[in-house]
């Protein structure tokens, strides 16, 4: 009886990892390192598996984010500036 929903999650589990692994992640700004990941906020069910499975996929228990990235190497969090800096050009 359990069974469909065990094949929903699953189902999620697969597409959410898929999701990640595929994503453009930026490099590290302090080290430059490119083992970051994208930070998400809230342990439910599938995030903690995620969480443990997926090296792009970083989890923190409540928000504010303390960046969008997660650098694995040297393990900050960080934000990219382009969307941040409108007109500022490098
Ligand atoms: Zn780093």
Known sequence: MAE????????????????????????CTRCGS???AS???????????????????KLIPNGPKPGEWFCQSCGKFFDVPYKSNEGATT
């Open 34 to 36: 490119g083992a970051t």
């Open 4 to 27: 469909y929903e065990t094949y929903d999650r699953e189902q999620v589990y697969k597409e959410q990892y898929r999701r990640f692994m595929n994503m453009e992640v930026p490099p």
């Open 39 to 57: 930070v998400q906020v809230g342990v439910i069910g599938i995030t903690i598996r995620l969480a443990a499975t997926c090296s792009k996929f």
